[in-house]
Protein backbone atom coordinates (compact mmCIF):
# COMPACT_ATOMS: atom_id res chain seq x y z
CA UNK A 1 0.00 0.00 0.00
CA UNK A 2 1.58 3.76 -0.59
CA UNK A 3 0.47 6.83 0.81
CA UNK A 4 0.69 9.94 -0.69
CA UNK A 5 0.28 13.57 0.93
CA UNK A 6 -0.62 16.39 -1.13
CA UNK A 7 0.35 19.69 0.17
CA UNK A 8 -1.52 22.91 -0.44
CA UNK A 9 -0.65 26.44 0.34
CA UNK A 10 -3.42 27.59 3.11
CA UNK A 11 -3.03 30.41 5.74
CA UNK A 12 -3.94 28.82 8.60
CA UNK A 13 -3.33 31.45 11.23
CA UNK A 14 -1.63 35.06 10.16
CA UNK A 15 0.17 36.16 13.07
CA UNK A 16 2.76 39.45 13.48
CA UNK A 17 6.02 39.07 14.27
CA UNK A 18 8.74 38.81 11.99
CA UNK A 19 10.05 41.63 9.10
CA UNK A 20 11.66 39.19 6.98
CA UNK A 21 9.45 36.19 7.77
CA UNK A 22 10.43 33.17 10.20
CA UNK A 23 12.76 30.53 8.90
CA UNK A 24 12.35 28.23 11.35
CA UNK A 25 9.20 26.93 13.94
CA UNK A 26 8.33 24.74 16.50
CA UNK A 27 5.13 24.00 18.52
CA UNK A 28 4.61 23.51 22.79
CA UNK A 29 1.31 21.75 23.01
CA UNK A 30 0.92 22.24 26.96
CA UNK A 31 0.32 25.81 26.33
CA UNK A 32 -0.55 25.82 23.02
CA UNK A 33 2.65 28.28 21.97
CA UNK A 34 4.05 28.38 18.85
CA UNK A 35 8.38 29.23 18.41
CA UNK A 36 9.64 30.58 15.67
CA UNK A 37 12.92 32.34 14.61
CA UNK A 38 13.46 35.29 11.89
CA UNK A 39 16.12 36.82 9.73
CA UNK A 40 17.43 39.10 12.08
CA UNK A 41 18.01 36.38 15.19
CA UNK A 42 14.38 37.20 17.21
CA UNK A 43 12.25 34.99 18.59
CA UNK A 44 8.12 35.80 18.45
CA UNK A 45 6.24 33.67 21.07
CA UNK A 46 2.89 33.49 19.40
CA UNK A 47 -0.05 32.63 21.65
CA UNK A 48 -2.72 30.47 19.56
CA UNK A 49 -5.18 30.39 21.87
CA UNK A 50 -5.26 34.03 22.28
CA UNK A 51 -3.70 34.84 18.47
CA UNK A 52 -1.84 37.10 19.52
CA UNK A 53 2.07 37.83 20.75
CA UNK A 54 2.90 36.84 23.77
CA UNK A 55 6.82 37.63 23.84
CA UNK A 56 9.74 38.94 21.37
CA UNK A 57 13.08 38.85 22.38
CA UNK A 58 16.75 38.61 20.48
CA UNK A 59 18.09 35.22 20.58
CA UNK A 60 21.09 35.27 17.99
CA UNK A 61 23.12 38.10 16.21
CA UNK A 62 22.03 36.30 12.46
CA UNK A 63 19.30 34.07 11.06
CA UNK A 64 17.47 31.13 12.64
CA UNK A 65 17.63 28.48 11.14
CA UNK A 66 16.58 25.64 13.33
CA UNK A 67 14.08 25.34 16.62
CA UNK A 68 13.42 22.84 19.20
CA UNK A 69 11.22 22.76 22.15
CA UNK A 70 11.57 20.10 25.12
CA UNK A 71 9.26 20.31 26.89
CA UNK A 72 10.29 17.48 29.55
CA UNK A 73 13.22 20.23 30.62
CA UNK A 74 10.94 23.47 29.88
CA UNK A 75 14.09 24.46 27.38
CA UNK A 76 13.92 25.87 24.08
CA UNK A 77 17.03 25.35 21.77
CA UNK A 78 17.81 27.40 18.67
CA UNK A 79 20.58 27.13 16.01
CA UNK A 80 21.72 29.96 14.08
CA UNK A 81 23.43 30.73 10.55
CA UNK A 82 26.55 31.41 12.64
CA UNK A 83 26.74 27.75 13.77
CA UNK A 84 25.73 28.93 17.65
CA UNK A 85 23.69 26.64 20.07
CA UNK A 86 21.42 27.98 22.55
CA UNK A 87 19.39 26.62 25.30
CA UNK A 88 16.86 29.13 27.04
CA UNK A 89 14.54 28.41 29.77
CA UNK A 90 11.68 28.47 28.44
CA UNK A 91 9.14 30.17 30.82
CA UNK A 92 11.70 33.24 31.44
CA UNK A 93 13.50 33.21 28.25
CA UNK A 94 16.62 33.79 29.69
CA UNK A 95 19.69 32.16 28.10
CA UNK A 96 20.96 28.91 30.51
CA UNK A 97 23.87 27.71 27.44
CA UNK A 98 25.39 28.73 24.38
CA UNK A 99 28.03 26.58 21.83
CA UNK A 100 29.76 26.67 18.80
CA UNK A 101 28.76 23.67 17.51
CA UNK A 102 29.16 24.58 14.00
CA UNK A 103 31.03 25.69 11.07
CA UNK A 104 30.10 29.44 10.36
CA UNK A 105 29.92 28.66 6.72
CA UNK A 106 31.42 26.27 3.96
CA UNK A 107 31.43 25.75 0.92
CA UNK A 108 30.05 22.07 -0.40
CA UNK A 109 30.68 20.28 -3.48
CA UNK A 110 29.91 21.91 -6.74
CA UNK A 111 26.07 21.08 -7.21
CA UNK A 112 24.27 19.65 -10.94
CA UNK A 113 25.15 22.72 -12.41
CA UNK A 114 29.00 23.20 -11.14
CA UNK A 115 27.99 26.35 -8.85
CA UNK A 116 29.74 25.70 -5.17
CA UNK A 117 26.77 25.18 -2.83
CA UNK A 118 27.58 27.24 0.45
CA UNK A 119 25.68 26.03 3.78
CA UNK A 120 26.37 27.36 7.14
CA UNK A 121 25.34 26.53 10.45
CA UNK A 122 23.30 24.60 12.59
CA UNK A 123 20.62 23.14 9.73
CA UNK A 124 18.63 20.79 12.54
CA UNK A 125 17.86 20.40 15.87
CA UNK A 126 16.38 17.00 17.50
CA UNK A 127 15.93 15.81 21.35
CA UNK A 128 15.71 12.56 22.61
CA UNK A 129 16.74 11.16 25.92
CA UNK A 130 18.09 14.38 27.10
CA UNK A 131 20.52 14.66 24.41
CA UNK A 132 20.97 17.44 21.61
CA UNK A 133 21.43 16.12 17.91
CA UNK A 134 22.45 18.81 15.81
CA UNK A 135 23.37 18.88 11.77
CA UNK A 136 25.11 21.18 9.60
CA UNK A 137 27.90 21.73 6.80
CA UNK A 138 30.53 19.89 8.20
CA UNK A 139 28.18 16.60 7.90
CA UNK A 140 28.79 15.53 11.54
CA UNK A 141 25.98 15.11 13.88
CA UNK A 142 27.10 16.58 17.74
CA UNK A 143 25.58 15.49 20.65
CA UNK A 144 25.66 17.55 24.19
CA UNK A 145 24.05 16.48 27.23
CA UNK A 146 22.58 19.08 29.32
CA UNK A 147 22.29 19.38 33.02
CA UNK A 148 19.83 21.35 34.40
Known amino acids: MNTYFICSL ?8 HES ?5 TYEPNNQLLFSGGKHGEIVVSDLRQRTTA ?3 AAHHSRIRSIAID ?9 SIDGELKIWDVSTYKL ?7 PRNRFLAPSFNRIPLKA ?3 TQIQIMNNDIYTSGPNGI ?8
Not at 21 to 25: K, P, S
Not at 96 to 102: E, G, K, L, P
Open 21 to 25: GAYAI
Open 10 to 17: ITYLALPG
Open 96 to 102: RQSFDIQ
Open 120 to 122: FGV
Open 55 to 57: HTF
Open 71 to 79: TENKALITG
Open 141 to 148: VKCRRFVL
